[in-house]
């Protein structure tokens, strides 16, 4: 049994009132522009569900339970909203401000990302560097008080409505390879500029951006913690990302679920509905029980990252399995839907195409597995029957 307190009850109904209100009727139009209004973030951060666990001094309410996020997701998938993704803002990039940002840096920025004004970015991804962050080339230059950026960055997500970026960036003299500092790169500062709005598969609400660099002075209080250490920093927001993102896939399979188990029930071949034939059933009893069984897991892993005990190889298996296991459902739910399944006017169809990037991002699954397959092999590796 799924366990939420009576305040996240309540924050959940707040919040599906809010998306149904503000975003729901939008969404169409977002996708035409593809981006959605910056208003939205404004409006969001008013009602508060924008970085919730921020301390009230900030103007969050100072609750860092996981399970806020995880009825933002739930709900922005159930509303058909999931291409406006707050989280991104409020769980992915707003904890490296709290986590490695200095007080003054945090009272500089963390109350204009609680209330929407400003809207955070994370710029790691180069054309010639992804999963491997060690092979950026955006690099630093140290002059005194500031340093010198220089560099470039794709695939950026709010990559045009952000007006805080924080950039992955090696420190040019270093021998090592994982030296790199985190910087935040602010709207309007010289030599910043933004590219493309990149024209994607699915997802076409979320602005997805090339961002350029040239000669960007960046004064050294705007860089996160020892400007050394930003490829630990990173590694150490990997386990909440995948979890995240975990939490998202699922929500996705759920409603992909949903949505063909009600076509099958109306749609009508050889003189009967879908859903009464065998092969119907078999296929979406399959699903169902993987969907329970999975969602089990995910929610024990919501409960232990609460608790601090989440592990990175943990984080990796459940990313694998839900990214998988949503591929499936939606493959299915079009298959099943038949040639509507194709069309772009049926809910299934953007699913399915919002739901294939899934097994790249944030690790692709093929990394997911060398990194289970090290822990296997490792010597912290415990029998189950041990």
Not at 154 to 162: E, R
Not at 295 to 317: F, I, R, T, W
Not at 337 to 353: L, P, Q
Request: net charge negative.
């Amino acid at each position: 049994m799924r366990h939420f307190t009576d305040e996240q009850v309540s924050f959940r109904s707040s919040f599906r009132r809010f998306l149904e209100r503000e975003v729901a009727p939008n969404m169409e139009s977002y996708r035409h522009d593809g981006i959605v209004d910056r208003e939205v973030y404004r409006k969001a951060g008013e009602n508060g569900f924008l970085l919730i666990w921020a301390d009230e001094d900030f103007g969050g309410v100072g609750d860092s339970d996981f399970r806020y996020e995880q009825i933002i997701m739930e709900e922005v998938a159930r509303a058909d909203c999931g291409e406006w993704f707050p989280t991104l803002h409020s769980r992915m990039v707003g904890p490296y401000l709290k986590r490695f940002g200095s007080p003054e840096q945090q009272k500089r920025f963390l109350p204009k990302c609680v209330s929407g004004e400003s809207i955070l970015a994370i710029a790691m991804t180069e054309p010639d560097a992804g999963s491997d962050l060690s092979g950026i080339r955006s690099t630093i230059d140290d002059k005194g008080d500031h340093f010198l950026l220089n560099g470039s960055k794709i695939y950026i997500s709010n990559g045009i409505n952000a007006d805080l970026v924080i950039v992955a960036a090696k420190l040019g003299d270093a021998d090592d390879r994982h030296s790199m500092a985190l910087l935040c790169v602010e709207r309007g500062m010289e030599g910043f500029r933004r590219g493309r709005n990149l024209e994607k598969m699915g997802l076409v609400a979320q602005d997805t951006a090339e961002l350029f660099f040239d000669n960007v002075k960046v004064p050294k209080e705007n860089v996160l913690g020892d400007p050394t250490k930003g490829f630990h920093y990173l590694m150490q927001g990997l386990v909440e990302e995948r979890l995240i993102g975990s939490v998202s896939y699922m929500c996705n399979a759920h409603r992909a679920f949903d949505l063909t188990r009600n076509y099958v029930m109306d749609r009508k071949a050889f003189g009967k509905r879908i859903a009464d034939m065998q092969n119907t059933q078999f296929k979406l009893a399959e699903l169902h029980a993987q969907l329970q069984a999975v969602q089990c897991y995910l929610d024990n892993c919501v409960a232990k990252h609460n608790a601090g005990e989440l592990s990175p190889p943990e984080a990796a298996a459940l990313k694998l399995v839900t990214s998988e296991l949503e591929w499936r459902v939606v493959d299915e739910g079009v298959q099943l839907h038949g040639g509507a399944g194709y069309m772009r006017e049926f809910e299934i169809c953007r699913r399915f195409t919002d739901a294939r990037i899934n097994r790249i991002l944030a690790g692709s699954s093929e990394i997911m597995k060398l990194i289970i397959g090290r822990d296997i092999f490792s010597e912290n590796y415990k029998p189950f029957l041990a």
